[in-house]
């Protein structure tokens, strides 16, 4: 489960982590309310407005109804005008972002809508870093990473200047070592005050980090402020939905108007579902098998559309709600079913396929290959309800299949 940026830092400031002021703003009157008082408090006089969604690549996106406004805008009106000169522009910049689509590299074309902006205090930057705290599934662990390349896609750090990434795998008994902080510390070049700032900082991030369950938190950039205080100036967490029952505060900052609708739809339903950018919709039992299933797709040239897992204890309804969730999708050209029955009869599969094909018809090719507990009874179901399917030998010869009728 992913939050927002202004989610984030009151997580982190509840730490004791240090955050600049900012407050939530779902209208444009919210908005301008919160500059007078940010301004009063901090002390300076320039604010920034920020987009909330969960996308990274905000500060370089634009909205599709003002290409002239950006997902994060710094606004220092309030230098030279005061008080009164920052709330006007900030009321323009409210009155353009709320309810306009902000598209950025991670969203695609499509873009997101924007239903809430974050007015924060400016700061000033003496140096911007980059930090985060994520789950090394290679290693079973939680590693810290740091660059000294803030405010830039780490992605193309790492591709073009791997050497810039300083890394410490965290030990989970003992948590991140003083010498670890103090190494992350010496190999960003901070001086003297800003060292201490940042050992504090990211000491109480990564026991935050195993409290959370978290799998990402990334802060890019952390800044060094003038006076040598290391802040986060942006935040972006993500947890693991397995543990969120033992953190009810941090689920009930599920926004589910940033979440896919199928994949909604499917949690709600029990199933394990992503889409993604393919044309051939699967529909398999176990998660192995699914993975399997979308590499030997990729192998003989077609590209999944989705990930889905009915699981091994999945009834006719559950099947049949799989296949409506998978045909539901414009962008997929032909469906594979690969059950390999145990715990999952093939008969309930091919109930549950019988029944959802009769209830929202076939328009798209259909592959199903079969095997395991009760086949022979499952592909009589098929076979005896007149579906226009095509069966497969095994797992390569049905993903050939619905490649080449897809295609």
Same mark, same amino acid.
């Given at each position: 489960?992913?939050?927002?940026?202004?989610?984030?830092?009151?997580?982190?400031?509840?730490?004791?982590?240090?955050?600049?002021?900012?407050?939530?703003?779902?209208?444009?009157?919210?908005?301008?309310?919160?500059?007078?008082?940010?301004?009063?408090?901090?002390?300076?006089?320039?604010?920034?407005?920020?987009?909330?969604?969960?996308?990274?690549?905000?500060?370089?996106?634009?909205?599709?109804?003002?290409?002239?406004?950006?997902? /994060?805008?710094?606004?220092?009106?309030?230098?030279?005008?005061?008080?009164?000169?920052?709330?006007?522009? /900030?009321?323009?910049?409210?009155?353009?972002?709320?309810?306009?689509?902000?598209?950025?590299?991670?969203?695609?074309?499509?873009?997101?809508?924007?239903?809430?902006?974050?007015?924060?205090?400016?700061?000033?930057?003496?140096?911007?870093?980059?930090?985060?705290?994520?789950?090394?599934?290679?290693?079973?662990?939680?590693?810290?990473?740091?660059?000294?390349?803030?405010?830039?896609?780490?992605?193309?750090?790492?591709?073009?200047?791997?050497?810039?990434?300083?890394?410490?795998?965290?030990?989970?008994?003992?948590?991140?070592?003083?010498?670890?902080?103090?190494?992350?510390?010496?190999?960003?070049?901070?001086?003297?005050?800003?060292?201490?700032?940042?050992?504090?900082?990211?000491?109480?991030?990564?026991?935050?980090?195993?409290?959370?369950?978290?799998?990402?938190?990334?802060?890019?950039?952390?800044?060094?402020?003038?006076?040598?205080?290391?802040?986060?100036?942006?935040?972006?967490?993500?947890?693991?939905?397995?543990?969120?029952?033992?953190?009810?505060?941090?689920?009930?900052?599920?926004?589910?108007?940033?979440?896919?609708?199928?994949?909604?739809?499917?949690?709600?339903?029990?199933?394990?579902?992503?889409?993604?950018?393919?044309?051939?919709? $699967?529909?398999?039992?176990?998660?192995?098998?699914?993975?399997?299933?979308?590499?030997?797709?990729?192998? @003989?040239?077609?590209?999944?559309?989705?990930?889905?897992?009915?699981?091994?204890?999945?009834?006719?309804?559950?099947?049949?709600?799989?296949?409506?969730?998978?045909?539901?999708?414009?962008?997929?050209?032909?469906?594979? /079913?690969?059950?390999?029955?145990?715990?999952?009869? $093939?008969?309930?599969?091919?109930?549950?396929?019988?029944?959802?094909?009769?209830?929202?018809?076939?328009?798209?090719?259909?592959?199903?290959?079969?095997?395991?507990?009760?086949?022979?009874?499952?592909?009589?179901?098929?076979?005896?309800?007149?579906?226009? @399917?095509?069966?497969?030998?095994?797992?390569?010869?049905?993903?050939?299949?619905?490649?080449?009728?897809?295609?």
């Amino acid at each position: 489960m992913k939050i927002h940026e202004y989610q984030a830092k009151q997580l982190m400031a509840a730490k004791g982590i240090s955050v600049p002021l900012g407050t939530v703003a779902t209208t444009t009157e919210e908005a301008v309310a919160a500059v007078a008082s940010l301004i009063s408090e901090s002390g300076n006089p320039v604010v920034v407005v920020k987009s909330q969604i969960h996308a990274g690549g905000r500060g370089k996106g634009r909205f599709e109804e003002h290409p002239d406004l950006g997902g /994060v805008n710094v606004v220092t009106d309030g230098i030279s005008g005061g008080v009164e000169a920052a709330e006007q522009k /900030v009321r323009e910049l409210a009155n353009g972002m709320l309810g306009s689509t902000l598209v950025t590299i991670q969203t695609g074309e499509e873009g997101k809508k924007v239903n809430t902006l974050y007015i924060e205090q400016g700061i000033d930057i003496a140096d911007e870093l980059y930090l985060s705290v994520l789950l090394d599934r290679a290693q079973s662990r939680l590693i810290v990473m740091a660059s000294t390349e803030g405010g830039v896609e780490i992605e193309k750090v790492a591709e073009e200047t791997p050497d810039l990434i300083l890394r410490e795998t965290i030990d989970p008994a003992v948590g991140l070592a003083a010498f670890q902080a103090a190494r992350l510390a010496l190999g960003l070049g901070l001086s003297k005050d800003a060292t201490k700032s940042f050992k504090r900082f990211v000491t109480a991030l990564t026991q935050a980090a195993v409290e959370w369950d978290s799998d990402l938190i990334e802060i890019n950039p952390l800044v060094v402020t003038a006076d040598g205080e290391v802040m986060a100036l942006d935040g972006k967490m993500a947890f693991d939905d397995n543990a969120l029952f033992r953190h009810p505060d941090i689920s009930a900052m599920r926004d589910e108007s940033e979440e896919d609708p199928a994949e909604l739809e499917a949690k709600e339903s029990g199933l394990s579902y992503i889409t993604l950018d393919g044309t051939i919709g $699967c529909l398999v039992n176990g998660a192995g098998l699914a993975m399997a299933t979308m590499d030997t797709i990729k192998h @003989v040239g077609g590209e999944p559309a989705n990930f889905l897992d009915v699981g091994g204890g999945a009834d006719a309804d559950q099947v049949a709600k799989a296949f409506r969730i998978i045909t539901a999708d414009p962008n997929v050209k032909g469906i594979f /079913v690969n059950i390999f029955g145990g715990i999952m009869q $093939c008969d309930v599969i091919a109930t549950g396929i019988v029944e959802a094909v009769k209830e929202v018809g076939l328009e798209v090719p259909l592959v199903v290959r079969l095997e395991g507990t009760n086949v022979e009874l499952g592909r009589q179901i098929i076979d005896e309800s007149d579906l226009d @399917v095509i069966t497969a030998e095994d797992m390569k010869d049905g993903a050939q299949k619905i490649v080449e009728l897809a295609s």
